[in-house]
C-alpha cells in the first residue's frame, strides 16, 4: 500500500510542530535515534506513569519523523527514500582494535629495498601451441616439462634416468619448500613456538639443571653475560641451636614417619619374603623330579596298602 501521499500531507503538519523545544532533542538521524534531554516531571510521572511514557514518545518520534522529512529523497518502486546522512554519535567498541598483521621477511625486505609487489597473470602465452595457458594447476605452465614428449638425458645419467619424475620431484619440492616456508611466517606472526624458541627454551633448562647441580646451588658459579637470575627453591639449613621444645617436636615428628613406614611394611609385605613357601620346588623335591601326578599315585597306593593291612 502506497502511503506517501498520506505522509505528503502529514508533511507539513510535522515540519511546522513548534511545540517542541528544539534544544531538549538529540536527532542523529543517521542511526533513527532521538534523545529527549528533557528532566522528568516528578508530579506527572507518578500521577500516571504509561501515559507520560506515552506522550514522551509520541514527542520523540514525532521530531524524528520531522527530520527526516527534512532530508532529500530519491525515487524507486516502492515510493520515494531519504537519504540518511552519516551517523554523528560515536558508539564504543565491543572489542579492541584488531592488531595489524604483521609483516614476513620478504615483506620487511621489500619494503627497505622499495621493491612494489607485482601481481602475475594467471594465463601464460604458450609458444608451441599458441594460445594462452594457466600458469599454475591442471595443465599448468608450471608442468610442461612433466608432460613433453622430449627430453634431453645428460651424458652421465643413470640408465633408470626418468627426466618426468626429476621435473616432477623438483615441482613438489618447490611447493614443500613453499609450505614451510608459509607455515613459518604464520607461527611467527602468532608468536607460536618455533624450532628456534623450542631449542632456547632446551637450552636455558639445561643450564638452570647444571646450575644448580653444584654444592653452593650455583651461588658462587661464575654467571654468563645475559644470564638471568634463577627462580626455584632454596636449601634450607635448621639452625646449629635450637630450643629443647623444638628437639622435642622435631624427634617425635621422626618417630612418627618411621612408626608411619614401619605400617606400611607390615600391610605391604614383599613377595620376595623369605618366609613365603614355594609350592612347585617342594613337590618336585619330594617326588623326585616325577610331578604332582606321580606323587598323587603314589600316596594313594600308600594308603589303600594301609587299609588291606589292617
Not at 145 to 153: N, P
Not at 180 to 188: D, P
Request: no cysteine.
Amino acid at each position: 500500500m502506497d502511503v506517501s501521499s498520506i505522509l505528503g500531507s502529514l508533511g507539513n503538519t510535522l515540519q511546522d510542530d513548534t511545540d517542541l523545544e528544539e534544544g531538549n532533542y538529540i536527532l542523529d538521524t543517521g542511526y533513527l535515534t532521538v534523545t529527549n534531554t528533557t528532566p522528568i516531571d516528578v508530579e506527572l510521572y507518578n500521577e500516571n506513569i504509561d501515559e507520560y511514557i506515552e506522550q514522551n514518545a509520541r514527542d520523540s518520534t514525532q521530531r524524528l519523523i520531522g527530520a527526516l522529512f527534512r532530508l532529500p529523497t530519491t525515487s524507486s518502486p516502492d515510493g520515494p527514500l531519504a537519504m540518511l546522512p552519516p551517523p554523528t554519535s560515536l558508539l564504543p567498541r565491543e572489542k579492541p582494535l584488531p592488531k595489524p598483521k604483521e609483516l614476513t621477511k620478504w615483506e620487511k625486505f621489500a619494503a627497505a629495498k622499495g621493491i612494489q609487489k607485482k601481481v602475475r597473470e594467471k594465463k601464460v602465452w604458450d609458444e608451441e601451441k599458441q594460445e594462452w595457458v594457466a600458469r599454475w594447476g591442471w595443465k599448468g605452465k608450471n608442468k610442461e616439462a612433466e608432460t613433453q614428449w622430449i627430453h634431453e638425458v645428460p651424458a652421465n645419467a643413470d640408465v633408470d634416468h626418468d627426466p618426468r619424475k626429476v621435473a616432477r620431484d623438483e615441482r613438489k619440492a618447490r611447493v614443500a619448500k613453499n609450505e614451510r616456508q608459509r607455515l613459518q611466517n604464520l607461527a611467527h606472526a602468532s608468536g607460536s613456538s618455533s624450532k628456534t624458541s623450542d631449542r632456547k627454551r632446551e637450552i636455558d633448562r639445561t643450564l638452570a639443571t647444571t646450575r644448580v647441580s653444584t654444592a653452593s646451588m650455583g651461588k658462587f658459579d661464575r654467571q654468563l653475560e645475559g644470564e638471568k637470575k634463577p627462580r626455584g627453591l632454596k636449601r634450607k639449613f635448621d639452625p646449629a641451636e635450637a630450643s629443647a621444645e623444638q628437639e622435642k617436636q622435631s624427634a617425635l615428628a621422626l618417630l612418627s614417619r618411621l612408626d608411619s613406614d614401619a605400617r606400611k611394611m607390615r600391610k605391604n609385605p614383599e613377595s620376595n619374603d623369605s618366609s613365603a613357601l614355594n609350592v612347585r620346588k617342594a613337590i618336585r623335591s619330594v617326588s623326585k623330579g616325577q610331578g604332582g601326578v606321580a606323587l598323587a599315585r603314589k600316596l594313594d597306593s600308600g594308603k589303600s596298602s594301609k587299609k588291606s593291612r589292617r
